[in-house]
């Protein structure tokens, strides 16, 4: 399938071109016109896969027929009454002098004050960090879209510009649940024209406790928009919001968690001891062909300690994790965007959103607290059409987790060495008797002998030592 044949508006397809995609991927494939004809759509399909794209152009399409029917409204009120429209220009309306309204000169024809109209459509994600890998697609994708109007509204950061920027005009909003509640409830978000909601990582909301704000906030948008929804899974409680939520939606399943991910290598390290595992990411950070690397920690602690005691060793590297002021977190995504920064230390819900197509390597160096997780990690690499390696470094009472990620994933993570780094000790082995009397199974690569079921004191205490305060970088 081309992108002609998607019927694209001409603005929209000159953007395609700049941004050197050839053909839509398969999740456009099958998203974009179902959302053209104004279908509501459950969406599953892998980071990387295209899905932003998925959904901002059906909404950059409403947005344009928006501003069609009303500059075709204009018109026809003009012809109406030329007089009225004419005598408008001049004056002030109560409005404009109040500050709620903005005068509003994107269309053709005669400069008019409106009220602040809201939306034409409206994308709620999790974090903050998606929000503006969202915005930043809407504005690649409408970069000939005449004066388009994109707004994020995220917590942690200031309110007036974000006040400002509800008041219009605007025609995509995006943000997370928690702040555009705030600004509902002051009367300040106006969703009455909105036509599309999208939920993006719906899943990811669900987890983080947005329920609630998400029913809200759909309860002040007009019951005739359309819904798109996107998630990993449809299950349990994202499904019954889905069924709340959507009409007689399309189900779109393109990929799921047991995705092969072609495009990205992933290998397993046995790390001995803590000490071990240091000297292993070590090893591979200084390879060659490391473009940029992601590396993830458990904690922001870790994170903060691991990126400090990297910087020590001479590495351009940055921690990014949610205990960050926001002014602060978009710097470090811009630096590791510019490539001021090679290696960026982070936590799962922090590197929510990256896509920073030379990332080259996602390195495990915390293992995920959610097997869910691992997938959305390693998606961070291996992404518009290159291939990225995903190495995971695991100590032995990471087994369990280990085993859980590969039963999700319904696939083996190839166990690898480095030569010199060799484990002293055996690969474990899944043992028959899990702790708590569940049946383990041998289900990948379970051999006799190595680490049975014996108790094991983990080795090393991982960052025990405060590392000193990283070189000005
Ligand atoms: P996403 O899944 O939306 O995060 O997109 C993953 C990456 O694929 C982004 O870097 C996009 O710019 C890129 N991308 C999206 N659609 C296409 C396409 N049709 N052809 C090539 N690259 C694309």
């Not at 602040?116 to 903050?128: A, D, E, H, K, N």
């Not at 994170?303 to 205990?323: F, I, N, P, Q, T």
Request: glycine share 10%.
């Amino acid at each position: 399938m081309s992108f002609e044949s998607l019927n694209l508006h001409e603005t929209l397809g000159r953007a395609l071109t700049a941004a050197s995609y050839t053909e839509p991927t398969t999740v456009q494939e099958q998203a974009v016109p179902a959302a053209l004809a104004g279908k509501d759509l459950m969406v599953s399909s892998r980071t990387g896969s295209g899905k932003t794209a998925a959904f901002m152009l059906p909404a950059l399409t409403l947005v344009l027929k928006a501003r069609e029917a009303q500059r075709a409204a204009r018109a026809a009120q003009a012809a109406a009454n030329p007089a009225a429209a004419g005598a408008e220009q001049p004056r002030e309306p109560r409005d404009f002098r109040e500050g709620r309204g903005r005068r509003d000169n994107r269309f053709d024809g005669p400069r008019v004050y409106t009220k602040p109209t809201g939306p034409t459509v409206l994308v709620l994600c999790p974090t903050r960090e998606l929000a503006m890998q969202v915005a930043k697609a809407a504005m690649d994708y409408g970069r000939y879209v005449p004066n388009l109007s994109v707004a994020t509204v995220v917590g942690g950061v200031p309110y007036p510009a974000q006040l400002k920027a509800l008041r219009g005009p605007l025609d995509i909003l995006i943000a997370t649940p928690g702040r555009l509640i705030d600004h509902i409830g002051a009367g300040k978000a106006v969703l009455d024209n909105m036509q599309m909601l999208v939920l993006d990582e719906a899943d990811r909301m669900l987890d983080m406790g947005f329920i609630d704000d998400i029913k809200h906030i759909a309860s002040n948008t007009p019951a005739t928009r359309q819904t798109v929804m996107f998630s990993a899974t449809f299950a349990g409680s994202v499904g019954n919001l889905a069924r709340e939520l959507l009409r007689d939606p399309l189900r779109i399943d393109v990929a799921s968690h047991t995705d092969t991910h072609a495009d990205i290598e992933q290998r397993l390290h046995w790390a001995d001891d803590f000490t071990h595992k240091n000297a292993l990411l070590d090893h591979i950070l200084t390879g060659r062909e490391v473009e940029q690397a992601l590396v993830f920690t458990s904690t922001q602690r870790d994170a903060e300690v691991l990126a400090d005691r990297l910087a020590e060793m001479g590495h351009s590297v940055d921690a990014l994790h949610g205990g960050m002021p926001q002014g602060r977190r978009n710097r470090v995504l811009q630096n590791l965007r510019s490539k001021r920064v090679r290696v960026l230390v982070a936590t799962d819900v922090a590197a929510r959103g990256i896509d920073v197509p030379t990332i080259s390597h996602v390195i495990n160096f915390g293992l995920p607290m959610k097997e869910e997780d691992y997938v959305h990690r390693i998606g961070r690499t291996g992404r518009a059409g290159r291939t990225g390696l995903a190495v995971t470094l695991a100590e032995r009472r990471d087994f369990g987790m280990i085993q859980r990620i590969q039963r999700f994933t319904t696939q083996r993570m190839p166990v690898a060495t480095i030569t010199g780094l060799e484990p002293k000790r055996g690969e474990p082995v899944a043992t028959t008797a899990r702790p708590g009397g569940k049946p383990g199974g041998k289900p990948f690569g379970a051999r006799p002998g190595g680490f049975g079921g014996k108790p094991f004191r983990p080795a090393g205490k991982p960052f025990a030592k405060k590392a000193g305060p990283r070189p000005a970088r």
